[in-house]
Every structure is written in C-alpha cells, then in structure tokens.
C-alpha cells in the first residue's frame, strides 16, 4: 500500500473520539494543548503512517524528528508485510491445523485436530480418538482454528465428559499442555512464556532483527492483548534488556506475581532457539518475514506459532529504545529495502 493510499484509507476510517482521546492523554502527561496534540496525531499519521496507538506507545510527543521517521508504525509494518510476504501462503499460518501441520517437524507436542461431524460413526470415531489423546494426561489446552491473541484459549482437565465441550468447539485443535523450562515458570509460573522472535529472509539468509520475552500477568496465556507484559532480550547474551511493559503502557522493573527483577534476567537455551526459528523460516521461504513464538522446555525448544503479520506494536515502547534507535532503518536493510 502506498503512503498516499494509506493515508486515505486512514483518514477515511480513523477515530477521531480516539485520537481526542490520546491528545487528552497526551495533555495530562505533559501540559502540551489538547488541540496542538491532536493536530500532531494527525501529522505523524500523514507523514509516519502511524496511529493513535503507535503515537501513545511510542511516546511520539516526545521525539524528535529524526527518531519519529524510524519508529514502525503500522502503516510502515503493513509495508514490511506487502513487500516480503505472498498471501497465497498466510493461510499456513492463519489456520491452527495447517500450521501445525506443515511445522510438524517443530511442534514438539501431541495435538489432534477435531471437526464438526454430522455421521453418527464419524462423531464415534472422533470420540474413540478424544479417548486416546487424553490417555495419560491431565490437562490439554484447547485453541480455537483460527483464533487470534489467545482468544479463546482454554486449559480443560482431561477427562471422557469433557469431549462434549470439546465436539461443541468445532473446529479447534486441542494439544498437550507444554510444561516449561524452571528458569521461565521461576519468572511467571501462570501461563508458558515465550519468545516472540523476529525472522527476516532475504536471499536464502535468515537474519533475526529483534526478539521478545512475552510473560504472563496471572492468566493462561501470555499473549500482550490478554494482558500479558514483554520486553526485548539481547541476541547476544540472551538475556532481557529492559523493565517490562504491557499494553497500557505501564512499565514493570520486577514481575508483580513473582516479584522476579525482570532487566538482566537470563534466558536460557537462547542460542538453540535462534538456531531453531532460522530453521522454521526456510519452511515457507514465501514467507520471509515472520514472528515466531517459541516455547523452552526443560529438554529443548518448540513452535506455539508463526505470524505472518507480526505485531509491530511489540517494537514501539519508548522504554525499550533509550538509545533513540526505532530500527526501521535495520529492518529495511535486512529486507533489500535500503542499501
């Protein structure tokens, strides 16, 4: 989509209640006037392609220029997306069973797809399955097909009566519970923390931008949108770079269930997991930029799953870029965009 497109589109649907709102929010903070605010939303969408969010998150009020023209904000990310990735392949990602499916190699779980069944054999067919998938388990967790940020995610226990609840989510998947490594159930011991880390391919090359720690905040999952927190982990060291943040823009220095200090923390196996998503981004090298989530088990690494339209919005909390750089400029040279 071009800048011109987009600004259209955007000016054609934006929320203007939204963008008073995120002025007003931008007064308290800062005593700036409610309408100059609002006047300077407008100008980063223009000039940035960047919303009301991007503008809040990324703390835009208070750039400077020559940062704000490296932010990625959504229109810049939905860019990166056109410009690397065929959507003739998204539904490999988009749809829970194909993704699975195709990543078999990765999963590292047991898994079963269940199907709406008409048939009275079929749905005694899929009963005797269920029967066999619980088979020594406890809990199984339960994702809908083509669920979105945790979205009805469910751990249920993993008895016979529950395959009525099961059959009564068709079409979903449901898969063995992971159990993860004691270094990340230490940090958040609710939900399985993982790695959010970014793929860029580019001439048969995998280059890895950035990387995420996504944590849990007392829910089962750890996904950002379910109220879960993250912060950027150094690809050298592997361990987590700043205070956490979560949605709202609040910033934790230490984990508020475990009181865990979160900046310095190691994470580890950190180099096995880079090697591990290098691998999984030659799968679909008509894919070339993807966000990986990535458990860490005890005895190795697997793949949650692979997002085709990685959520920008992990790359633009002011407290994670003291250093001023916002990577646009990185991505776009591991792309082929700039020399």
């Not at 009020?61 to 940062?67: D, L, M, V």
């Not at 339960?142 to 008895?159: H, Q, R, S, W, Y």
């Not at 011991?189 to 990387?211: C, F, H, M, W, Y």
């Amino acid at each position: 989509m071009s800048k011109v497109s987009f600004l259209i589109k955007k000016l054609s649907t934006m929320d203007y209640g939204n963008i008073i709102d995120v002025a007003k929010k931008v007064h308290a903070k800062t005593g700036k006037n409610t309408l100059a605010a609002a006047v300077d939303i407008l100008r980063c969408g223009a000039k940035y392609q960047a919303g009301p969010l991007d503008y809040m998150q990324a703390q835009m009020f208070n750039i400077p220029e020559s940062e704000r023209r490296n932010v990625i904000t959504s229109g810049v990310n939905n860019t990166f997306v056109k410009a690397c990735n065929d959507p003739e392949y998204f539904h490999f990602f988009e749809n829970k069973a194909d993704f699975n499916n195709k990543f078999a190699d990765f999963i590292g779980r047991d898994w079963m797809m269940v199907e709406k069944e008409s048939s009275k054999e079929a749905s005694e067919k899929l009963r005797a399955d269920y029967l066999s998938f619980i088979e020594g388990k406890d809990e199984f967790i339960l994702k809908p097909v083509d669920g979105m940020g945790g979205e009805g995610v469910v751990k249920l226990e993993a008895t016979p009566d529950n395959f009525d609840k099961v059959f009564a989510s068709a079409p979903c998947i449901i898969e063995e519970v992971i159990v993860q490594c004691k270094e990340l159930a230490a940090l958040n011991p609710s939900s399985v923390n993982t790695i959010r880390i970014i793929t860029i391919l580019k001439d048969g090359e995998v280059q890895i931008p950035i990387a995420y720690l996504r944590m849990g905040n007392g829910g089962i999952v750890d996904n950002f949108c379910s109220g879960g927190m993250l912060t950027p982990v150094d690809l050298e060291t592997g361990k987590l770079r700043y205070d956490a943040a979560d949605q709202e823009n609040n910033v934790y220095p230490v984990h508020p269930t475990t009181g865990v200090t979160i900046s310095g923390y190691q994470i580890p196996r950190f180099e096995e997991v880079k090697d591990f998503v290098r691998k999984a981004a030659m799968v679909i090298p008509e894919v070339r930029y993807v966000g990986w989530d990535v458990a860490i088990k005890d005895d190795g690494v697997c793949l949650i799953e692979g997002n085709e339209y990685p959520g920008h919005v992990f790359y633009i909390f002011a407290n994670h870029h003291p250093d001023g750089n916002w990577m646009r400029e990185d991505f776009e040279k591991m792309m082929g965009m700039r020399d």
